[in-house]
């Protein structure tokens, strides 16, 4: 377990710069598996789930390796397996693309159910729906996923029932190899599968409408390797944000795509909290005691339900009584649970939260259960009055590239501890 102690109320200010999209990373590393020949990915973010894949793909033979710092080279070569490493592959959500890929790759596939956030039910039957559409047969036995099919051909349409991020981008892998034209509608709209679009594009496939609800893909016999850079991510930029306005500092971000960001910058400029945008920088200030707001997760473009812990965590700070609303998760309010011993007052009724805003937290020792979970917990630890014990932080690790190191980095004081 990871573990940081946290000397509270600081002020973070300075420049910070924002790393890779987890989410584009996590779908491209395993898409250049569909290509012949070698591809180069940058801005690659230095998060655990990335090593862990990486792993992953070494086990199935291909090579890879770090060029420089954030440059990956996948070279596909020697891929000589289509059932992925049961283990590895459960430390971690985003394993189970290797199911459209390695489907695409050899007909069959052979995958554990993935690991990652304990978030509520996370059904993949969606995934399972849209293999049998493209004319695979999928299973589930023993904890294994298992696909195949003889041959995989022929136009085919496919609705999704709910927006999913994982089953859409799914789909894109298993279906850009195949002969004939597939059409995902009620794809779900994100600026990381228009990530994967391009990247899939460079190397030779054919897919449009990616950022639309309808997804249009020509399969085409081959593809080759590129080089392509990864977007930014958002859900980092959203959680630096946050953690600005919190700690009432003044911070700017760089490398950001605002655009991605419109929702977060709207709640916290109805809290009351200052944003500049310029390009891709965006400086985030706060010196008050923010407004109470209320949120409803909802897909991208709506308010993203990976910014709900962090904003909901400024929220146990703000003047008067906000109302958060997760219609994406079950359970994706622990870190509520855990601010109530740093002094918040929270009442959770099934999806709502109902918070109370008071003056200021005090310091306390929480866990965090999630990724955005323990990023919340830390900002407010920076916030509150006092010191704090965050345990938990490897989930944090899993998904933001060294984001106790960036809050140093602007005058926070937080300490690994061993
Ligand atoms: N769903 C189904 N059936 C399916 C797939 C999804 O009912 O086959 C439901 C889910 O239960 C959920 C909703 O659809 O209610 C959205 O699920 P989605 O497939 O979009 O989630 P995911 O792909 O498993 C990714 C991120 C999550 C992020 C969600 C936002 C990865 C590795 N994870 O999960 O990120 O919250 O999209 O929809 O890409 C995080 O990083 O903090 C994290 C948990």
């Known amino acids: 377990m990871t573990c940081l102690r946290v000397r509270g109320q600081t002020r973070l200010t300075g420049t910070v710069s924002v790393g890779g999209s987890k989410y584009s990373a996590l779908s491209i590393i395993p898409a250049a598996l569909l290509a012949d020949t070698p591809s180069t990915i940058e801005n690659v973010p230095d998060i655990s789930d990335v090593a862990v894949f990486a792993e992953i793909l070494r086990q199935l033979g291909a090579k890879v390796e770090y060029t420089r710092q954030g440059w990956m080279t996948i070279d596909p070569s020697g891929l000589n397996s289509w059932v992925a490493d049961q283990l590895l592959v459960k430390r971690m959500r985003a394993s189970y693309y290797l199911l459209g890929v ?113 997804i249009r893909i020509q399969g085409v016999p081959k593809l080759h390797g590129c080089r392509h850079a990864i977007i930014s991510d958002q859900s980092e930029a959203a959680t630096l944000m946050v953690a600005a306005a919190m700690t009432r500092g003044d911070v700017t971000l760089l490398n950001t795509i605002p655009d991605h960001l419109e929702s977060i910058i709207a709640k916290l400029q109805e809290a009351g909290v200052t944003i500049d945008q310029c390009e891709d920088k965006i400086r985030v200030r706060c010196d008050r005691r923010v407004s109470a707001v209320n949120v409803k997760t909802l897909p991208l473009p709506g308010f993203f339900t990976d910014f709900q812990a962090p904003m909901s965590a400024l929220l146990t700070t703000a003047d008067g009584i906000s109302m958060v609303t997760e219609t994406i998760w079950d359970e994706r309010f622990e870190h509520l649970n855990q601010l109530v011993r740093m002094g918040a007052q929270v009442r959770i009724d099934g999806r709502t939260a109902i918070i109370q805003g008071v003056p200021y937290l005090t310091g306390a020792e929480v866990h965090g259960t999630d990724l955005r979970a323990s990023a919340a917990l830390l900002i407010a630890a920076m916030a509150a009055r006092g010191e704090s014990i965050v345990t938990g932080f490897e989930h944090a690790d899993r998904g933001y590239e060294r984001l106790d190191e960036k809050f140093r980095s602007l005058g926070a004081q937080i300490e690994r501890l061993p």
Do not use: C, W
């Open 102 to 214: 390695l489907l695409a790759r050899f007909g069959k596939a052979e995958v554990a159910l993935p690991g990652g956030d304990d978030i509520g039910p996370r059904p993949i039957d969606q995934h399972l729906k849209g293999f049998r559409a493209l004319g695979a047969e999928a299973s589930i036995e023993h904890g294994l996923v298992k696909v195949q099919a003889d041959r995989l051909a022929g136009n085919h349409s496919i609705y999704l029932d709910v927006l999913t991020v994982g089953a859409t981008i799914n789909l894109m892998l298993a279906s850009v190899l195949k002969e004939g034209t597939t059409i995902i509608s009620n794809a779900y709209r994100g600026p990381f599968i228009v990530d994967l679009a391009n990247f899939l594009n460079a190397m030779g496939a054919r897919v449009l409408g990616a950022g639309t609800e309808t």
